[in-house]
């Protein structure tokens, strides 16, 4: 197969992160068993998911992992020009949910399969596919502990996301929260009997933003982040039940995504010291059962820069490339990195084309991926 129909195959699973990736996964499962190659489950708890290993060359350590996830974000709501599960090529693109992030990545490898069964790798390429990167980066974990406590260690990890083949050394980390206001119900011209939790929820927002202008205002002028600086941002809020009644609770769901070095936990207990110090004994003093919580949600850290680090020197050899960039989107990266796995990110496609209606890439990233991937085979054959 060539690249473009193994991108118009994948692309052709409905992979969203809501719905199961097995079809996709034992599409590629069969694939590469076609091929002589065995590969490796990693079932999710409840069994409805999986992630992929499988290695082509010799079992030792030392591997070049090539990673993508399977998962894409939904298309309800959007407006399409076509199926978006049904690849279209016009005007030298591709169109179709996930051909930018991240399935051609994933395709173009396993499209040179052949190419790597061909050749006397003296260090292996390991591929590792993932599921629920687009919900928190739920699958990798599992697959990287079961790596790390099975299988020998690979020496440099490559994350496939759309970077336009330029090598990304950094990203930022996601730290999710829900915070949840329960205040006392009354009638609502009777407010001083009562205690307002969605007021209480605008108070805590409008903490949460001048905390997020201070963190703009002390942004570093040399940072690589677009923006400079660790962002704080308030994504839903929920909360009363009319207008007429004091509302009882309020929640909001909110995120920081922090540069390498800024700690969330920071963050969070300013956050936290305002509201028990400034806002639970005022409410407790009308209504002792109210209160303020947060809990933690999802988790994904960053990717610190590791200058010269075995992935970087790797991929910069790879794509010819001297300098690394910094992307204020997360991957899988740091969860790699954290493991104690060289990681960087570098893939075809752009980041702008992802998650939008028509979501596209260029033919000429794909042949600039297949460039690469074939570099990276002679590369791993004379190393």
């Known amino acids: 197969m060539t690249p473009i129909e193994m991108i118009r195959a994948l692309v052709g699973f409905d992979t969203t992160s809501a719905k199961s990736n097995l079809p996709l996964i034992d599409y590629v499962r069969d694939y590469l068993a076609g091929h002589g190659i065995e590969s490796r489950y990693i079932r999710s708890e409840d069994g409805t998911k999986a992630n992929l290993w499988a290695t082509i060359g010799p079992d030792i350590p ?24 049904d690849v279209v090529e016009k005007e030298d693109r591709l169109y179709g949910r996930g051909v930018a992030d991240m399935k051609s ?30 919900v928190g980066c739920l699958g990798a974990p599992h697959l990287i502990a079961d790596v790390i406590e099975n299988l020998p260690r690979p020496g440099a990890v490559i994350i496939g996301e759309p970077t336009e083949m330029k090598v990304v050394d950094a990203h930022k980390g996601i730290t ?7 205040g006392h119900e009354a009638h609502s011209s009777l407010t001083n009997r009562g205690v307002n939790a969605v007021m209480h929820a ?28 660790s962002t704080i941002h308030v994504g839903t809020v929920e909360g009363g039940t009319a207008l007429n009644i ?11 995504r922090s540069v390498p070095g800024d700690d969330p936990e920071d963050t969070l207990a300013r956050f936290e010291h305002y509201y028990e110090r400034e806002l639970v004994p ?25 200058p010269d680090s075995p992935a970087e020197v790797l991929a910069r050899e790879l ?21 104690g796995l060289p990681a960087i990110v570098c893939g075809p496609g752009n980041i702008a084309q992802a998650h939008a209606p028509n979501e596209w890439i260029a033919l ?20």
């Open 62 to 85: 030392g591997g070049i992992v090539l990673s993508g996830h399977t998962d894409v974000v939904p298309v309800t709501g959007q407006n399409w020009d076509n199926d978006p599960f």
């Open 105 to 134: 990545f994933i395709a173009i490898a396993l499209a040179l399969v052949p190419d790597m069964l061909s050749r006397p790798l003296i260090r292996p390429i390991h591929f590792a596919l993932t599921h629920d990167e687009e």
């Open 176 to 182: 999710a929260f829900t915070t949840t206001v329960t």
């Open 202 to 229: 605008g108070k805590l927002i409008a903490f949460l933003s001048d905390l997020a202008e201070e963190k703009a205002a002390n942004a570093d002028p040399a940072s690589r982040f677009d923006p400079p600086y």
């Open 246 to 256: 004091v509302a009882r609770e309020c929640a909001f769901k909110w995120e920081i």
């Open 282 to 306: 005022k409410m407790q003093a009308t209504a002792a059962e109210t209160g303020i919580a947060t809990r933690r949600g999802v988790t994904v850290p960053s990717l610190d820069p590791a």
């Open 319 to 339: 794509t010819g490339g001297n300098a690394t960039h910094a992307v204020s989107y997360a991957t899988e990266g740091g969860q790699y990195q954290r493991a």
């Open 364 to 383: 000429e990233q794909i042949a600039a991926g297949e460039s690469f991937t074939r570099r990276l085979i002679a590369k791993c054959q004379s190393d």
